[in-house]
């Protein structure tokens, strides 16, 4: 990739670029809509990755080139009264992001190319985040910093597109370990990396049903778990017990009493994988996976019939120890952990159920822990 970009940019500018850098798409393993309730999540950075090539301009603007939906468009990196609405208002949101939060901006022409599928619940947005923090920290001369650019990049998602996500997605695609999953404390962002349970490997099954979360009943479900936080008197559902929960739930709205049920057992079964995972216990992670899945079906309510569908096809599958849905939900990709001598057969025979039932051919594919935001050409 790093050749065909760089021959790319070339192509398109007539030169070669300074820098390129690169940044995962992610997969969560478990601990679903946690994260903005200052949870637990244990995600880690796939195959599938945003790739962007750079060179400084000398003007107040960023020109870029997305290879992906074959669009160029610009925006200015000094006044941003006109707020983008395509693909670039992610790079442009940074770029507003980092101005707020006092640091400096330059200039540059980009070119990006990527394997995330758009829409498919592997963080697309977050990797193109993290690959506009990364571009202006090199055009601009700052210090790369990914916890830093983690939070910008959550900045620019709450504040400038609109979405009241966590920090999940922009820290994993920041921070992945190569071959390691890693558990994050939403609140402190203090983390513990594990190796998969022995001879398995993660296998993402792509509904092929786009979703999208801005718009979506996404931050209904952020509104509902603060509703929740304020019935107890609490600033977030972080500092419930469940005991206080099971014992004043009836008096809860009951949609509110079930976003927040899932909220407290999801955290548990997050901490759980854990245990399973640095015990190499699949069997055990992987019926936490499947009690994630019903979880998010039944009381958070952002599963689809394709997910479920897809989920229920990955189970059947002789050597899958587990399956859920990943992201934020209303379609998008079902993760699965599979043992890794059975993985072909599992991945041919979940696809061609989910086709059978649907009418739709999915995109199937195993992979491996990857590492997170890397400066490529420097």
Same mark, same amino acid.
């Given at each position: 990739?790093?050749?065909?970009?760089?021959?790319?940019?070339?192509?398109?500018?007539?030169?070669?670029?300074?820098?390129v850098?690169?940044?995962?798409?992610?997969?969560?393993?478990?601990g679903?809509?946690?994260?903005?309730?200052?949870?637990?999540?244990?995600?880690?950075?796939?195959?599938?990755?945003?790739?962007?090539?750079?060179?400084?301009?000398?003007?107040?603007?960023? @020109?870029?080139?997305?290879?992906?939906?074959?669009?160029?468009?610009?925006?200015?990196?000094?006044?941003?009264?006109?707020?983008?609405?395509?693909?670039?208002?992610?790079?442009?949101?940074?770029?507003?992001?980092?101005?707020?939060?006092?640091?400096?901006l330059?200039?540059?022409?980009?070119?990006?190319?990527?394997?995330?599928?758009?829409?498919?619940?592997?963080?697309?947005?977050?990797a193109?985040?993290?690959?506009?923090?990364?571009?202006?920290s090199?055009?601009?001369?700052?210090?790369?910093?990914?916890?830093?650019?983690?939070k910008?990049?959550?900045?620019c998602?709450?504040?400038?597109?609109?979405?009241?996500?966590?920090?999940?997605?922009?820290?994993?695609?920041?921070?992945?370990?190569?071959?390691?999953?890693t558990l994050?404390?939403?609140?402190?962002?203090?983390?513990?990396?594990?190796?998969?349970?022995?001879?398995?490997?993660?296998?993402?099954?792509?509904?092929?049903?786009?979703?999208?979360?801005?718009?979506?009943?996404?931050?209904? @479900?952020?509104?509902?778990?603060?509703?929740?936080?304020?019935?107890?008197g609490?600033?977030?559902?972080?500092?419930?017990s469940?005991?206080?929960?099971?014992?004043?739930?009836?008096?809860?709205?009951?949609?509110?009493?079930r976003?927040?049920?899932?909220?407290?057992?999801?955290?548990?079964?997050?901490?759980?994988?854990?245990?399973?995972?640095?015990?190499?216990?699949?069997? @055990?992670?992987?019926?936490?996976?499947?009690?994630?899945?019903?979880?998010?079906?039944?009381?958070?309510?952002?599963?689809?019939?394709?997910?479920?569908?897809?989920?229920?096809?990955?189970?059947?599958?002789?050597?899958?120890?587990?399956?859920?849905?990943?992201?934020?939900?209303?379609?998008?990709?079902?993760?699965?952990?599979?043992?890794?001598?059975?993985?072909?057969?599992?991945?041919?025979?979940?696809?061609?159920?989910?086709?059978?039932?649907?009418?739709?051919?999915?995109?199937?594919?195993?992979?491996?822990?990857?590492?997170?935001?890397?400066?490529?050409?420097?």
């Amino acid at each position: 990739m790093l050749n065909r970009i760089i021959e790319a940019f070339r192509e398109a500018y007539g030169t070669a670029p300074d820098y390129v850098v690169r940044s995962p798409g992610r997969v969560n393993l478990i601990g679903e809509h946690t994260d903005y309730n200052e949870g637990f999540v244990f995600p880690m950075g796939i195959v599938y990755d945003q790739w962007l090539a750079l060179r400084k301009n000398g003007r107040d603007e960023v @020109r870029w080139y997305s290879r992906d939906v074959d669009s160029k468009d610009a925006f200015s990196i000094r006044d941003f009264s006109k707020k983008k609405r395509s693909w670039i208002q992610f790079p442009q949101g940074v770029a507003w992001a980092l101005r707020e939060q006092g640091y400096p901006l330059a200039g540059f022409d980009g070119y990006s190319m990527g394997t995330i599928p758009i829409g498919s619940g592997l963080s697309s947005s977050a990797a193109l985040d993290l690959v506009s923090c990364a571009a202006f920290s090199r055009a601009a001369g700052f210090d790369w910093d990914p916890v830093a650019m983690a939070k910008v990049s959550k900045a620019c998602d709450n504040r400038w597109i609109g979405l009241n996500n966590g920090i999940m997605d922009q820290l994993i695609s920041a921070i992945a370990e190569e071959g390691k999953a890693t558990l994050i404390d939403c609140r402190d962002l203090s983390t513990e990396t594990f190796s998969l349970p022995g001879e398995t490997v993660i296998v993402i099954l792509n509904t092929n049903v786009r979703h999208s979360l801005v718009g979506s009943e996404y931050n209904d @479900r952020h509104a509902e778990c603060l509703r929740g936080a304020e019935a107890f008197g609490l600033a977030s559902l972080r500092d419930l017990s469940l005991e206080r929960f099971e014992a004043e739930a009836p008096a809860l709205d009951p949609v509110v009493r079930r976003r927040v049920r899932h909220v407290l057992s999801e955290n548990l079964r997050t901490l759980e994988a854990a245990k399973a995972m640095a015990a190499n216990q699949p069997e @055990r992670l992987g019926l936490l996976m499947n009690e994630s899945h019903e979880s998010l079906r039944v009381d958070f309510e952002v599963s689809c019939a394709e997910l479920d569908i897809m989920s229920e096809e990955a189970r059947r599958q002789l050597g899958c120890y587990g399956a859920r849905m990943t992201g934020g939900g209303f379609g998008g990709s079902v993760v699965a952990l599979v043992r890794a001598d059975a993985a072909g057969e599992m991945m041919a025979g979940a696809a061609a159920g989910y086709q059978a039932r649907t009418g739709i051919q999915p995109t199937v594919f195993a992979t491996r822990p990857c590492k997170g935001t890397s400066f490529e050409l420097n």
